[in-house]
Each structure stands twice: as C-alpha cells, then as structure tokens.
C-alpha cells in the first residue's frame, strides 16, 4: 500500500537504483504519472519528459477500451474485444485518427509544442502509476520502441500480475514493486489517489513536486 503517488515513486526510485538501472530519460504517462516519475527520474539523473496515449473507446461506450493510440499513431488493438463486438474497421480507423489527434494535442501542450525527445540510442523509462488493462501502456511502448530507443524499461508500483506479463513483450524489462494476485484496480493500493490536475503534472515535468 502506498501513501500517494509521490511515496510510489519514491519507492520505485530506490528499487530501480538499488537494481542499478540506468536511463537517458525518464517518461511520465499523464497525468498520474508525473508524481511518480519526478523522484525516478531525480534519482536517476535523467530528463523527464511524457510519452502520451489515449483509450479507443468502443461505440456507444466510450469507457470500454477497444485499445489505445499514442501520439505518433502507434496503436494496440484489443482484438478479442473487437471480434466478440464485431466493431468495423472503419470505426477503428476513425477513432485511431481522432484518438491519436486528441494524443497529439494533450503532448503539446504539456510540452508547449515542444517536439518529443530524440530516442535513437537512448536507453528509456516509461513510467505509470499503476497497470490495470495496460491499453495506454502498450501504445506508449511501441512509441518508444518504434523510435529506436536502445533500451525500454516499463516501471511501475503495481499492477496486474497477468497484464505486467503481456507487458514483458512489449518492453526490454517490465519492472514493478508489487503484483498482487488480488488486484482489481490501482487505486486500491493507494491510500490517497485523487485526481492530478494538468497543471501540478506541468510541474511535475518542470521539476516542482
């Protein structure tokens, strides 16, 4: 059980230290994340910048997932769910491209239009403050990956045992402090997990805490 996201991440910093983990740069999935990547990426002497995605919410439902996009379009699809709903490739193709657009503008403005860092030959760390489904998860990775990083490392406090291990295919190294056979949601291993607003994940990223 974690106090806040900030305990989280100050936990996750000293594993990834005494595992002596090295990074070029840490990224903070917004916006929960950015209090749990400030201390990783502080410990690690690393730049923390975002790596942004968004849910592809299914028709008429937008809280189901039927996957997510990153915002360079790098996408997972949950194609069980997208079979049993018999969704059309023309729904997907439309919510990628307004999912990704929606993608692009939440890192822009984070990053005040500011390109994404240059990846290539860079050893990297993306980090969440918990993995449930690991829809955004696995769009981030791939954007990562896609971008000729040397080294991926997924790292978060907690998540689903089942989830962290499709997680492992994604990623060089999947790294989380607790995997609890019990897990139903993250917020259940927080005693305080409230909303972060845009502006204390600006900064987060700024360097504020």
Known sequence: ????????????????????????VVLG???????????VADALGAELDVVVARKMGAPNNPELALGAVASDGSVWHNDDLIDRMGVSEAYLEEIRDEEAENARTKADRYREGDELPNFDGQRVVVVDDGVATGATATA???QVVDADAEHVTLAVPVGSPRTLSDLECE??????LETPQSFRAV?????NFGQVTD???????????
């Open 29 to 39: 999935i917004p916006r929960g994340a950015l209090p749990v990547a400030r201390p």
């Open 1 to 24: 059980m974690f106090d806040d996201r900030t305990d989280a991440g100050e936990q996750l910093a000293a594993e990834l230290e005494d595992r002596g983990l090295k990074a070029d």
């Open 171 to 176: 990623a060089d190294e999947v790294i989380a």
């Open 199 to 209: 502006e204390e994940a600006i900064d987060y990223l700024e360097g504020g805490s």
């Open 140 to 142: 981030c990775l791939r």
């Open 187 to 191: 917020g259940q291993f927080y005693r």
